[in-house]
């Protein structure tokens, strides 16, 4: 094993153990949480390390770049490519043919440009609808900061639950940036209760996928219920270039 390898495999190692005492903490079962291994911006060497470490859920960013990355690693044909950054509506196509899943719907348009390529594909996506608790103007995702307009949401939620090639499976959200990871928390609870307002609202859908948390504060999204985790720097280490977090 090269030593960048076993590097991650260390971090992957303690990072499942970090889930695992979050979830027993909260009486949950470890293994209703997923860690998804955020190798956005990443060089393809490292994204490769990271599979070789025992990642089996690889978070990408930016269409092209995971389907390069895609391509580049068809030999590892059991890991799964999750889309979770924001998807401009020209990169529908992309994401439609090329992965697992998407964390990062977040609006109704793009949905009907995902559900319409999907169709051509054949292939149903599996996708988590993008909710901003924050109020930040400048952030991806439906405004759900405001609990008393929720209804306001149901419309065109109902609306991407009858494409026939979309999956709808949960929510996902990134809380505004805070200090520790205790300011993250109440984010994590709304999206809970936001989730059980959606299961109310639509029986017939299961929203039991919560994709919260990522390195700072992935333990405390775990005991409130997340089911996803997106981990990057702290298994991965820094960033090639800066991104932005949307
Ligand atoms: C970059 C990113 C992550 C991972 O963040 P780290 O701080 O590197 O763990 C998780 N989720 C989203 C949506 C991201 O863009």
Known sequence: MSELVESIRARYLETLEGIASAAKRAGRDPASVKLVVVTKAQPLEVTRAAIEAGAKILGE???EEGVMKIQALH???????????????????????????????????LAKRLDRFCGDARRILPVLLEFNLGGEQSKGGWPASDETRWQELLT????????????VRGLMTMPPLGETPEFSRPFFQKLKRLQEYFSVQFPQVDFSELSMGTSFDYEAAVEEGATFVRVGT?????REYKTEVV
């Open 156 to 167: 065109e939620i109902s609306e991407i639950i009858a494409l026939p090639n979309l999956k």
């Open 234 to 238: 702290a298994l991965v280490g820094s």
């Open 75 to 109: 030999e590892f044909s059991a890991v799964e490519w999750h889309m979770i950054g924001h998807v401009q509506s020209r990169k529908a196509q992309q994401v439609a043919f090329n992965f697992n899943f998407l964390h990062s719907l977040d609006g109704l348009k």
């Open 61 to 63: 960013n930016y269409p």
